[in-house]
């Protein structure tokens, strides 16, 4: 994933984007199991903007960096669903210790760096299937 082709498709997001984003933001979470906090963390935002966002109240910014951070989101939901087919094999994955990433995904995708390796190493791992 390169940054500057995030940067670029927020620039290009049009205006009905945002609430498809922000749904599907929400629904990736729901299906990892990843808590309302948890994902206030990753997308950058207090606790009371997501519960904001599931409420419909709320929609993602294409303006911001919480913007970037739910298509990276999205992104390795859609890549870890292409590779498990299943939410609670997706689920465990997340929770496990892996070696290849020296971490459990869940803890690294708490921060930018560790989002985009998860990222990069679902991409990879897509391209060996």
């Known amino acids: 994933m390169e940054i500057s082709g995030a940067v670029g498709s927020r620039e290009r997001a049009k205006p009905q984007a945002a609430p498809v984003l922000t749904r599907a933001v929400a629904r990736a979470a729901e299906h ?10 990753i997308l950058g ?4 903007t997501v519960t904001r966002l ?3 109240a709320y929609q993602l910014d294409p ?3 919480e913007w970037e951070f739910a298509l990276l989101l999205v992104r390795a939901f859609r890549s ?6 299943d939410e609670a094999t997706a689920r465990q994955w997340l929770a ?3 070696t290849a990433l020296n971490a459990r995904p869940i803890d690294l995708i708490r921060d930018t760096e ?3 390796r998860v990222v990069h190493y679902l991409d990879a791992s897509r391209g060996l299937v």
């Open 45 to 48: 935002v207090s606790a009371p």
């Open 32 to 41: 990892l199991a990843i808590s309302r906090g948890l994902l206030a963390t």
């Open 63 to 65: 303006r911001r960096k």
């Open 54 to 56: 599931y409420k419909g």
């Open 80 to 85: 870890l669903d292409s590779l498990v087919g």
């Open 96 to 98: 496990s210790q892996n």
């Open 114 to 116: 560790g989002l985009v």
